[in-house]
């Protein structure tokens, strides 16, 4: 059962520059999608269609079966996803603890640990932490706000091989703990090796690898 | 995390960001009310001097002079003075807020040395007193040609008071609040040297100088030491009558009557002149509208100044504030994308910045008050401190809340704060607008 699903869909830029043709593609719980594609493909347009921060300009996203254009994007985004950015994407005025725990209800303390913060770490301003540190406030935040479905766009792209390598682990082992759906936009090969699944998009149209 | 939470956390961490917010509504605030208390006060008091002396017109007893078969030139004043009942009568008649008699004399003092004449001598010693109720109304003080720059005029309820010249305080070291003894002396001529013609003191009388004042005109010409301008002294209206130099109830001076409305001049003037118990013959009357269209256009300029500084304050404040907040706004660009891609609505981001805001700007309204008031007090006495002399005690009293022009009602400044807290809003809202307009996407590629 598909828990996310694009159906049909195709967007482009002032109805002329088609970047997405007729993408069908279905994502499941417990399992970790890597698309990959040259740069300027469409990869982080699918995943902001995905994640509802735009709407197709045809076709359908569909969450659990549901349209999600009918409950609203901002609903969508707030219950059912969560984002995780190649810039981390941290508000710089809060802790990691305040960060992670922006949409979520439950402590967010235990996620920062479980993700290797020490509690002065998790106390400290964002900025003072290292940008592997950053990448992990910002899982933290994605695995405290209790969307099923986690999108990365280029999580490693900022950090080092090792670092990456860690990430990259930590999401996987996120994902069989926590029976989420992981889609993740990368270049990096070893990310993609960690997949379960991995999606190739070429000239808008989607191939599963 | 709700809005208000992520608020304070604003707030509270952005230290440089929301000092900088606070200062600028801290600023205009105080900016607003203290304009806005000047203009009140210049409106408050225009209206007070208005009743209380709109207009004038001056009675005095007629003086001829003559050249005698000597060539010598001779002032007859036939004896006729005002009389206190005259007054009287002519005050029950309404439309007259105060009257101004005055009385002229000499005196020397122990303690005071004059400033030296033409022919000085210890016996010319003298020095000329204008007694009369209020010292701002003689037509010295109203020209400009003297002005206090010291210690407070005399007003009507005033006894034993002096006002004396900066020339004379300096050569004799004196300073308001001193006390001096003067007694009474009469300018005489013997073979063209002065002379006092009360040799043999009999009255004396103790009087605290109330004020000190300068001479800004220079006159050149010969005089003797008591026709020099700065030997003048402007007392009490009691001074003379202690010293036997009048009688209470008589005046010889012009007594000047100030009218609530200068629309009513003509008709109060036939009115008086209708007066059977003033001798027309031997008095004349004439009116004037000088003094209060002096006072009142230097208030017209302040309050129109006052207009434009807070067209000019609100304008730039505005203006500073919008830009400010859209600066600060676009730099938190970043962040509303965030917060959209996490699920956070349009309108709760907005609350969010607009309670931020509101918060700080409250926060300087409160102290912006407090120093709101001391500008205004210090304004006060630079801007209005002479004036209320100009008005007899009963007209301060009725016209002013809690004795001060300054202060303004607390449902006037509740209405400035709350047009100023509208205007931040507003502010916010339109620095808000260029960014609230894009979706979550446009604003996360814009970041990127």
């Keep these: 059962m598909n828990i996310l699903e694009a159906r049909n869909i195709a967007y482009s830029y002032d109805g002329k520059r088609a970047v997405l043709k007729n993408v069908s593609i279905g994502f499941e719980t417990g399992k970790i999608y890597a698309i990959l594609g040259p740069s300027g493909c469409g990869k982080t347009t699918l995943l902001s269609l995905l994640g509802g921060l735009d709407s197709p300009t045809d076709g359908q996203i569909l969450f659990n079966g549901v349209d999600i254009a009918k409950k609203g994007l901002a609903f969508h985004r707030k219950n059912n996803v969560a984002f995780i950015f190649q810039n981390y994407n941290l508000i710089d005025y809060m802790t990691p603890v305040e960060n992670a725990a922006l949409t979520s209800k439950q402590p967010s303390l235990p996620f920062l640990e479980r993700l290797g913060l020490t509690r002065e770490e998790s106390r400290r301003n964002v900025l003072r932490l290292s940008g592997g540190q950053q990448?992990?406030?910002?899982?933290?935040?994605?695995?405290?706000?209790?969307?099923?479905?986690?999108?990365?766009?280029?999580?490693?792209?900022?950090?080092?091989?090792?670092?990456?390598?860690?990430?990259?682990?930590?999401?996987?082992?996120?994902?069989?703990?926590?029976?989420?759906c992981v889609i993740i936009v990368t270049h990096s090969g070893d990310v993609a090796k960690r997949a379960d699944e991995t999606l190739w998009l070429k000239r808008g149209e989607i191939y599963r690898g | 995390m709700n809005f208000a939470q992520r608020a304070l956390l604003y707030v509270s961490r952005k230290k440089g960001k929301t000092l900088g917010l606070f200062l600028l509504n801290f600023t205009v605030a105080v900016f607003l009310v203290s304009s806005f208390?000047?203009?009140?006060?210049?409106?408050?008091?225009?209206?007070?001097?208005?009743?209380?002396?709109?207009?004038?017109?001056?009675?005095?007893?007629?003086?001829?002079?003559t050249v005698n078969d000597f060539g010598e030139t001779e002032v007859r004043e036939d004896g006729v003075n005002i009389t206190q009942s005259a007054i009287d009568e002519i005050m029950k008649m309404g439309g007259i807020a105060c009257c101004n008699p005055v009385n002229y004399g000499f005196v020397k003092s122990d303690d005071i040395r004059f400033i030296a004449g033409d022919?000085?001598?210890?016996?010319?010693?003298?020095?000329?007193?204008?007694?009369?109720?209020?010292?701002?109304?003689?037509?010295?003080?109203?020209?400009?040609?003297?002005?206090?720059?010291?210690?407070?005029?005399?007003?009507?309820?005033?006894?034993?008071?002096?006002?004396?010249?900066?020339?004379?305080?300096?050569?004799?070291?004196?300073?308001?609040?001193?006390?001096?003894?003067?007694?009474?002396?009469?300018?005489?001529?013997?073979?063209?040297?002065?002379?006092?013609?009360?040799?043999?003191?009999?009255?004396?009388?103790?009087?605290?100088v109330a004020g000190i004042y300068r001479v800004n005109v220079e006159d050149t010409a010969p005089k003797p030491t008591a026709g020099l301008l700065e030997n003048g002294i402007y007392a009490s209206l009691d001074v003379l009558n202690e010293l036997k130099e009048s009688k209470a109830g008589f005046y010889t001076g012009e007594v000047g009557f100030y009218i609530?409305?200068?629309?009513?001049?003509?008709?109060?003037?036939?009115?008086?002149?209708?007066?059977?118990?003033?001798?027309?013959?031997?008095?004349?009357?004439?009116?004037?509208?000088?003094q209060y269209s002096q006072i009142a256009d230097e208030l017209l300029t302040l309050s129109r100044l006052m207009k434009a500084l807070l067209v000019c304050v609100s304008a730039v404040g505005t203006a500073v504030l919008v830009l400010m907040l859209t600066l600060c706004i676009r730099g938190r660009m970043r962040e509303v994308g965030i917060l959209l891609a996490t699920g956070i609505s349009k309108g709760e981001i907005l609350t969010q910045f607009l309670l931020e805001v509101l918060s700080v700007t409250a926060l300087a309204l409160i102290f912006s008050h407090a120093a709101s008031m001391?500008?205004?007090?210090?304004?006060?006495?630079?801007?209005?401190?002479?004036?209320?002399?100009?008005?007899?005690?009963?007209?301060?009293?009725?016209?002013?809340?809690?004795?001060?022009?300054?202060?303004?009602?607390?449902?006037?400044?509740?209405?400035?704060?709350?047009?100023?807290?509208?205007?931040?809003?507003?502010?916010?809202?339109?620095?808000s607008a260029a960014i609230m307009r894009l979706n979550p996407k446009e604003i996360l590629s814009k970041m990127s």
């Excluded at chain 1, 479905?149 to 390598?165: M, Q, R, W």
């Excluded at chain 2, 001529?189 to 043999?200: K, L, S, T």
């Excluded at chain 2, 007066?275 to 509208?289: E, P, Q």
């Design chain 2, 37 to 65: 208390a000047v203009l009140n006060a210049s409106k408050m008091l225009s209206r007070d001097i208005r009743t209380s002396f709109g207009a004038a017109f001056y009675i005095r007893a007629k003086t001829e002079i």
């Design chain 1, 135 to 180: 990448q992990r406030v910002a899982i933290a935040r994605a695995l405290a706000s209790d969307a099923s479905v986690i999108l990365a766009d280029e999580p490693t792209g900022n950090l080092d091989e090792d670092t990456a390598e860690e990430i990259a682990d930590i999401l996987k082992e996120c994902v069989r703990q926590a029976d989420k």
């Design chain 2, 374 to 431: 001391c500008v205004s007090e210090l304004l006060e006495r630079i801007l209005f401190g002479e004036l209320p002399d100009l008005l007899n005690e009963k007209t301060l009293t009725a016209g002013v809340v809690g004795g001060s022009y300054m202060k303004l009602g607390g449902a006037k400044i509740f209405l400035i704060y709350l047009c100023h807290m509208a205007a931040v809003m507003a502010s916010a809202f339109v620095s």
């Design chain 2, 119 to 208: 022919g000085h001598t210890p016996e010319s010693d003298i020095g000329a007193v204008t007694a009369l109720s209020f010292s701002a109304l003689a037509p010295d003080f109203a020209d400009k040609a003297i002005e206090l720059i010291a210690g407070n005029h005399i007003t009507e309820s005033d006894r034993g008071k002096i006002l004396i010249s900066e020339q004379l305080a300096n050569a004799n070291r004196l300073s308001v609040g001193d006390y001096v003894m003067l007694t009474h002396a009469k300018l005489g001529e013997i073979d063209g040297e002065y002379i006092d013609e009360i040799p043999v003191k009999t009255a004396f009388v103790q009087v605290e």
């Design chain 2, 260 to 290: 609530t409305d200068p629309a009513e001049l003509d008709g109060i003037i036939r009115r008086v002149r209708s007066l059977k118990s003033i001798d027309w013959a031997t008095h004349f009357i004439r009116t004037n509208d000088f």
